[in-house]
């Protein structure tokens, strides 16, 4: 983990540089998900994707249906994705 972290400080990405890691940290995106698994044993394998993403899909849909409170704080509205904005 410190070899990541040394290389990221010195040249902003944490697979390059001066200390050896055990295998490539891929970038995270929406679409594929990657995250590394950190602990003592990494290789090849320890990239992996979608971690929890069921539990992530609940959370977000929940919150997405959590009443939000107007300008004056009386008015509960429900959620919606209206990209003209609700008052």
């Known amino acids: 983990m410190i070899a990541y972290w040394t290389n990221f ?3 902003g990405d944490p697979n390059q540089g001066h200390s050896a890691v055990p ?4 970038p995270y995106t929406q ?8 602990n003592n044993k990494m ?5 992996k994707q ?3 993403s069921s539990y992530l899909q609940y959370w ?4 997405q249906a959590l009443p939000t409170v107007n300008r ?8 919606s994705d209206n990209s003209e904005g609700s008052p």
């Open 9 to 11: 400080a010195r040249t």
């Open 23 to 26: 295998t490539q940290w891929e």
């Open 31 to 38: 679409e594929n998900g990657n995250y590394l698994e950190i």
């Open 43 to 47: 290789d090849d394998q320890s990239m």
């Open 50 to 52: 979608h971690l929890r």
């Open 60 to 63: 977000t849909q929940t919150y």
């Open 72 to 79: 004056d704080g009386i008015t509960l509205l429900p959620y």
